[in-house]
Every structure is written in structure tokens, then in C-alpha cells.
T-cell receptor
Framework: GEDVEQSLFLSVREGDSSVINCTYTDSSSTYLYWYKQEPGAGLQLLTYIFSNMDMKQDQRLTVLLNKKDKHLSLRIADTQTGDSAIYFCAEKRPGSARQLTFGSGTQLTVLP | ETGVTQTPRHLVMGMTNKKSLKCEQHLGHNAMYWYKQSAKKPLELMFVYSLEERVENNSVPSRFSPECPNSSHLFLHLHTLQPEDSALYLC????????????FGPGTRLTVL
């Protein structure tokens, strides 16, 4: 399909790991991104991965990329209440020098 | 001020009003973007300015009119909007050659009555 797809909601307990999944559309996309949006705020770039990588780790965040299945995931270790936000997956398709294609976002709720 | 700022943060307007949204970036970037964010929908890219020239216009109705007087400022002029235009309008900026790293402002929550 044409859309970047994400589940709308995810709830986890504080201290557990969260895994947010995304299916993107173009196997030749060059970069894939995770953005975080806290209530009342704009989008904040969390991390991105280049398409020739399988995994990228940055402190509590781990990004996994499966190019064959066009699947991207974001794992947050030891999830905290401050991680509650909407997480957007985005892809940069070849030929679109400036345009990112976003998913609808996953609302992560961290329960105490 | 640092980063990307937007004013106003909230705006309520009637369908016959004319208003403007303002965005300012303090990052030394030379590309700026307007996005529309509606609930449970992907972000929609509306306009892109690079070096103060409009380089993308994604089939946005003419009741939305962008203006980029310099590389630090971006406006979105609104005229005779419809209720379905109610959304969060996000501004972003980037270095032209690193367009993949876009920095977003907090958005303007627009309600059209």
C-alpha cells in the first residue's frame, strides 16, 4: 500500500520494555525515522537508521530494521512514565529530497 | 529563543476570518516546512520552502497561502477556512542538504467554527 502503518495504541507497565512497530512502503527508502510527540508539543526526532543497517542502539532505544519485510521497530528499555507520548515512524523515499512520509502515530501509555 | 517557535499556540476563527500563523527558526537552517496534523491521520506535508523559494506545494487549497520573507520566518495566511481545516499545524526546519533531520515547532492548534 501507499501508507506507512502503525498500531494506534500501546500500553505497558513502568519498567517493562515497549516495542512499537511500523510497516513502511518503499523497500528503497534511504532513511527511516522515529519521532516522539509529547502532549502539546511538536515532533522531536528520536533516532533514525540508514537503510543499509539492521540495528541501531542509542541508550534505552533500539531500532530494528527488516528490509525484506519493510518492517521497522522501536524498542524502549525500562519504559518510564515520561516516555508516554505519540511515536511516529517516517520514511524518506528515494527521489523525494525533502519530503518525509509519516505514519499515523502510536500512542504509548506507560502505566505505573 | 531557541529551536523552532510558533505563534499563536491556539487559534479559534470563524469561516469568514483572515488570520496568519507564524513560525520562526533560530537554528540557522535554510529550509522550512508546513505540516497539517489531524487526529489519527499521518502528518500531511503542505508546503516546503528552500532558500526562501517554494519548492513543494502538495495540492493544498488556495485558502492556505504561505509566505517566506527570509530563511528564519515562515507564515501561513488563512482565509475563508472550513471546519475540516481544524487541526494542529506544525512548522519544521532543516538544513537544505540534511533535509532528513527536520526540527519541529510546537504547533498551532487551529479550530474553525
Amino acid at each position: 500500500g501507499e501508507d506507512v502503518e502503525q498500531s494506534l495504541f500501546l500500553s505497558v507497565r513502568e519498567g517493562d520494555s515497549s516495542v512499537i512497530n511500523c510497516t513502511y512502503t518503499d523497500s528503497s527508502s534511504t532513511y527511516l525515522y522515529w519521532y516522539k510527540q509529547e502532549p502539546g508539543a511538536g515532533l522531536q526526532l528520536l533516532t533514525y537508521i540508514f537503510s543499509n543497517m539492521d540495528m541501531k542502539q542509542d541508550q534505552r532505544l533500539t531500532v530494528l530494521l527488516n528490509k525484506k519485510d519493510k518492517h521497522l521497530s522501536l524498542r524502549i528499555a525500562d519504559t518510564q512514565t515520561g516516555d508516554s507520548a505519540i511515536y511516529f515512524c517516517a520514511e524518506k523515499r528515494p527521489g523525494s529530497a525533502r519530503q518525509l512520509t509519516f505514519g499515523s502515530g502510536t500512542q504509548l501509555t506507560v502505566l505505573p | 529563543e531557541t529551536g523552532v517557535t510558533q505563534t499563536p499556540r491556539h487559534l479559534v476563527m470563524g469561516m469568514t476570518n483572515k488570520k496568519s500563523l507564524k513560525c520562526e527558526q533560530h537554528l540557522g537552517h535554510n529550509a522550512m516546512y508546513w505540516y497539517k496534523q489531524s487526529a489519527k491521520k499521518p502528518l500531511e506535508l503542505m508546503f516546503v520552502y528552500s532558500l526562501e523559494e517554494r519548492v513543494e506545494n502538495n495540492s493544498v487549497p488556495s485558502r492556505f497561502s504561505p509566505e517566506c520573507p527570509n530563511s528564519s520566518h515562515l507564515f501561513l495566511h488563512l482565509h475563508t477556512l472550513q471546519p475540516e481545516d481544524s487541526a494542529l499545524y506544525l512548522c519544521a526546519s532543516s538544513q537544505q542538504e540534511r533535509a532528513n533531520e527536520q526540527f519541529f515547532g510546537p504547533g498551532t492548534r487551529l479550530t474553525v467554527l
